[in-house]
Each structure stands twice: as structure tokens, then as C-alpha cells.
């Protein structure tokens, strides 16, 4: 069985740092490019950034560049999102997903994903 498992999140302060996981089980990531998503309330789900299968391109959100970095880490069949300096305004529930195939590039789309984590909850306030 396929799955993206997450974990981290919660809440933290304006200015502060989370660290979000997504552990895929059933499959290899080497296989596949992975994105992270958040939608925030009344909002459509939109990209955060994006990693290739083959881990050596990746793409970010103009409002997160510099701030956010995308990793994996092969041995644990995990990815990660970095995330530093939050704002109020990133308050969101984040998915990690994946597409499978070789290609050199990453997605933008959600619409390309086929396999999506459960979503987790990050919290900037004060």
C-alpha cells in the first residue's frame, strides 16, 4: 500500500521555525517528484515548493524563496520542508504529495499528484 506519512507542525511564533516530514511507505521516492501544498481557510490550495525524483531540482513559491528549503533524505525514504522566518499568513494545513516518473523537473500543479499525506497544521501566532 502507498503512503505519505507527515509529521511536524504546530504552533509557532512569528518569526519562528518548523520543520515538516513526509515518509513515503510502499514506494520508493527515487521514483518520484514530491510537492508540498498548503490552503489555508477559504483559500484554494496552492504550492509551496517541489522536489524532482532525481533530487537535484527543485522550485519554490516566490513568497517562500529563501526562507523555505525542500530535502530528502534517501536512506529514510523521507522528505522535508524547512520552514524559517514564518508570517502570520502562512497559517495553513501542509501536504506533501508525489507524482511518479524520471523527469528531470518538478510540478507546480496539484492537479499531477497522484498520492497526498493527510495534511498537517502549521500555526504562526503569537
Known amino acids: 500500500q502507498l503512503q505519505l506519512v507527515q509529521s511536524g507542525g504546530g504552533l509557532v511564533q512569528p518569526g519562528g521555525s518548523l520543520r515538516l516530514a513526509c515518509a513515503a511507505s510502499g514506494f520508493s521516492l527515487g521514483d518520484y517528484a514530491i510537492g508540498w501544498f498548503r490552503q489555508a481557510p477559504g483559500k484554494e490550495r496552492e504550492i509551496v515548493s517541489c522536489l524532482s525524483s532525481r533530487g537535484d531540482s527543485t522550485n519554490y513559491a516566490d513568497s517562500v524563496k529563501g526562507r523555505f528549503t525542500i530535502s530528502r533524505d534517501n536512506a529514510k525514504n523521507t522528505v522535508y520542508l524547512q520552514m524559517n522566518s514564518l508570517k502570520s499568513e502562512e497559517t495553513a494545513v501542509y501536504y506533501c504529495?508525489?507524482?511518479?516518473?524520471?523527469?528531470?523537473?518538478?510540478?507546480?500543479?496539484?492537479?499531477?499528484?497522484?498520492?497526498w499525506g493527510q495534511g498537517t497544521q502549521v500555526t504562526v501566532s503569537s
Open positions: 504529495a508525489a507524482h511518479r516518473t524520471l523527469d528531470w523537473l518538478c510540478y507546480r500543479n496539484r492537479n499531477m499528484y497522484e498520492y
